[in-house]
């Protein structure tokens, strides 16, 4: 079984850019959810899909994000206009719609805002 | 403040050698508590999941024990080994509400030397 993949692995944009993020759940995962890593600080939750309905976007930083899970497959993250504090590590992860809700992480997407 | 603090910051130890991680939380209520596993430029791992009512839970040579009164946890980690060497993070699910966020601490980055 596949497990949770990101793309891309790492991107460098310059400020005032946009950038998107995808990830691909565990197949089968309706719960789909993003975090951030920024240097120095924990992982922090930004959204969490169920299917293709926004759960909660409670961590997300402002509005020059903007995630989408178009069919309940998929994922995308796109940061518009990006900003030097954007940088950080993106996370996703899927979970099946049952208790304990065991999260699957993905390797991440590095993004480095210049 | 960090509702998951996690001590020490990082630790080393010698390849065979035993060693415990703490966590303390405040997070409350709580739906369970986790504690995972984090190589360098990868996702994190779950290693054990515990709710509210469970006082340990092992997976191989980790054993998680969890103090809901006192809000506290440990992992031990037994007869260690170099590929142990990573980052071990105490991540809390808050009870109630609709979204399975994931809430965590920063971490304990352990080397383990030969």
């Known amino acids: 079984e596949a497990g949770v993949t990101q793309f891309p692995s790492h991107s460098v944009i310059e400020k005032g850019q946009t950038v998107t993020l995808r990830c691909d759940p565990i197949?089968?995962?309706?719960?789909l959810y993003w975090y951030r890593r920024v240097m120095g600080k924990e992982i922090k939750f930004l959204l969490h899909?169920?299917?293709?309905?926004?759960?909660?976007e409670s961590g997300m930083p402002n509005n020059r994000f903007l995630a989408e899970r178009t069919g309940g497959t998929y994922s995308t993250l796109k940061v518009q206009p990006a900003e030097l504090e954007d940088s950080g590590v993106y996370f996703c992860?899927?979970?099946?719609?049952?208790?304990?809700?065991?999260?699957?992480f993905g390797p991440g997407t590095r993004l480095t805002v210049t | 403040k960090n509702q998951v603090e996690q001590s020490p910051q990082s630790l080393i130890i010698l390849e065979g050698k035993n060693c415990t991680l703490q966590c303390n939380y405040t997070v409350s209520p709580f739906s369970n508590l986790r504690w995972y596993k984090q190589d360098t430029g990868r996702g994190p791992v779950s290693l054990t999941i515990?709710?509210?009512?469970?006082n340990t839970k092992s997976n191989g040579r980790y054993t998680a024990t969890l103090d809901a009164d006192t809000k506290q946890s440990s992992l031990h980690i037994t007869a260690s080994q170099l590929s142990d060497s990573a980052s071990y993070i105490c991540v809390v699910s808050p009870f109630g509400g609709a979204t399975n966020k994931l809430i965590f601490g920063t971490g304990t980055l352990l080397a383990v030397q030969p």
């Open positions: 515990m709710t509210f009512s469970e």
């Open positions: 197949s089968g995962h309706d719960n």
């Open positions: 899909f169920v299917k293709e309905s926004k759960q909660d």
């Open positions: 992860a899927s979970s099946q719609a049952r208790s304990p809700y065991e999260q699957y």
